[in-house]
């Protein structure tokens, strides 16, 4: 099949090389024409684990492409998806739909033969019927169905994600589409179920989906709290909580908070969303809350730690949002620091991939590491903030060397407790006896 992808980010992109590497061509579209540039070179604009071999592969076997022409990319394509950006508006719980109603409205004028629109972009309940609407009056005598095709990839694992994913959603009333996305998915078909269901309910599954996990990692850090107060250990309770499989082991892992562009943008429209149709979204508004406050509380777990050092050195490990990424949108190790920043310290950074966006949001704030060790020379105090394996692996006793003070605020509890304590350090965790 001809498939063309609007937009060429976080979701875009691993998209486009998951239906390419599964067989179909596929052109991928995006104004940002430097961008464009790069990728044409065969250079992926973002980082994402496994995205780079299968990118270049498909690229040379001629099935991705990359275009700033609309016409191109849509034209010729049997499906078309829109996966541009709906960040929250300035100021604003609202997603701002004006890159997808550009993309939609610019689409209609290309459209020839029957195409399928999928919206991918986390968009508000009733989206699909305002472009439906504004794709008929652009192109009246066009023949199209608009679907909603939620995504679940995580990123980190985007690769992984699309090609192995847990289900597939497809949200339309026409059966003529349904057939479509059905072929477009068929080499997923033989492990993944595909849920048909009407558009509007598959555009609250994404919302109610990340607004469930959302919950569950803010109620998680509130038990973990509660542990640390009443000396129990978090990772025995979400272990005997997690083996409950109404309750499950995954996204129980407490730490500074959730971050990136999915969770904190989502779960703020569904609140908007909520209000405006009257219904009740408590849960999710104290979550909001909650979260927006953890990074106030890491931080004084970390300056707790310097208290009667002036001036005290603070080694940060870990920027992105969370292993895996380069990702440092609404990243919790970024408001840490900028919390931190407020104090008379001195930051010294490092994040394996992070380094580029990091130093976008913080500029010359803080000082830029080459390595863990770099980072953690002549520290008073070192916190981890992303869950990158390569802080689970560091020699301890290396580093020892290197700090000026042993020790050590673990906001992912990813160091081996033992280990660690075993080279004389003081090791602060989430939820832990200590
Ligand atoms: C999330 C969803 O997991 C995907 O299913 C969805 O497709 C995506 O949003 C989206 O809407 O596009 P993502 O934002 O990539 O994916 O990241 P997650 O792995 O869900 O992590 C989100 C945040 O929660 C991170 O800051 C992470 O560190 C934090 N987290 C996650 C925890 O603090 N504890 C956990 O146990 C799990």
Known sequence: MKIGIIGTGYVGLPTGVGLAEMGHTVICVDKDESKIKELQASRPTLYEDGLNDLFIKNCHEGKLSFTSSMKEGVSEANVVIIAVGTPSKYQSEAPDLQFLYQAADEIAVYLRDYTVIAIKSTVPVGTGDKIERRIAQIAPQCDYDVVSLPEFLREGFAMHDFLHPDRIVVGTESKRARNVIRR?????????????????????????????????????????????????????????????????????????????????????????????????????????????????TMAKKI????????????????????????DCRESPAIKVVSQLLNEDVIVQVYDPKAMINARKLLGERVEYAKDAYEAMTGADVTAILTEWSEFANIDWGKAAHLVHRKIVVDCRNIIHIQDIKQKGYKLRRIGGKD
């Open 303 to 326: 300056l707790q730690e310097v208290k009667d050092v002036s001036r005290p050195k603070i080694a940060i490990l870990g920027l992105a949002f969370k292993g895996g990424t380069d």
């Open 184 to 296: 477009m998915y068929e080499p997923l078909l033989k492990e993944t179920k595909i849920l048909e269901v009407a558009r509007r309910s598959s555009e609250v599954i994404k919302y109610a989906a990340n607004a469930f996990l959302a919950v569950k990692i803010h109620y998680i850090n509130e038990i973990a709290d509660f542990c640390e107060k009443v000396g129990a250990e978090i990772s025995e309770v979400t272990m005997g909580m997690g083996s409950d499989p109404r309750i499950g082991s995954r996204f129980l892992c407490p730490g500074p908070g959730y971050g990136g562009s999915c969770f904190p943008k989502d779960t703020k429209a569904l609140v908007y969303m909520a209000e405006k149709a009257n219904a009740d979204m408590s849960l999710v508004r104290v979550t909001i809350e909650g979260n927006e406050q953890r990074s106030t």
